[in-house]
């Protein structure tokens, strides 16, 4: 019993000596400070939402007849009922759902940037830097997800093996024969894709802002 409380001791000692606040979970133990892959994580989040805008704002630029052309496209993201954790209540900690909500998000973008990639042969004249951009866009975030998993194993090993992403059912306009169709579900897609990973960006920043006090908010 002795050694035991000599260790949880050292563990709580190591918390407070690290350069910023410690994110550790709920319980006795701590995994000492999770700021450093932390702050991967955001930073590579931030650089997927930079990203996402400026795939998104040329396709808009080269494709557009017109600053109205594209409204009939947008429509409601496959991601839409995955929702920010309740922020209500200003959290004492990290806990799972808020992680859970970042990992649900980035794989339900697996399958539409893999054939958004594949598809985009099928876009008038512009299709070949889409697809060099889909692709990057494809490796970051499974870059991304790598990161988020080292962080996210030290709440909940599970997490990453029970994910309940979305579905998405836009392939038939990607490879539709009309022209328009395929414009249309193709920049839908790719507003969708931004908006996410602003979301995702955002929050993590504001994660790490109330819990890491050398990150510059």
Partial sequence: AGSLLLLLLSSLLLCKNVASKPLCPEGPGC?????????KVVTLSMKMQNISLEISREFEHYYSRNKFFFMPAIRRCHTAGITL??????????????????????????????HLASEAHRLPEY????????ER???????????????????????????????????????????ITRLFATYNLLRCLFGDFRMVGGYLKWLLCQFAESFEC
């Fill in 31 to 39: 995994y000492g400070s999770l700021s450093e892959p932390f702050n």
């Fill in 85 to 114: 954790p309740d922020d209500s209540i200003r959290p004492s900690k990290i806990e799972v759902n808020d992680f859970r909500f970042v990992v649900r998000l980035l794989h339900s973008w697996n399958e539409p940037l893999l």
């Fill in 127 to 134: 299709s070949s830097h889409i697809r060099h951009e889909a």
């Fill in 137 to 179: 866009i494809a490796n970051q975030s499974r870059h991304l997800q790598e990161l988020m998993n080292n962080v996210v194993i030290q709440f909940d090993p599970e997490i990453t093996s029970k994910v309940d992403y979305a579905v998405w059912t836009e392939l038939p306009s990607l490879q539709s024969a009309d022209k």
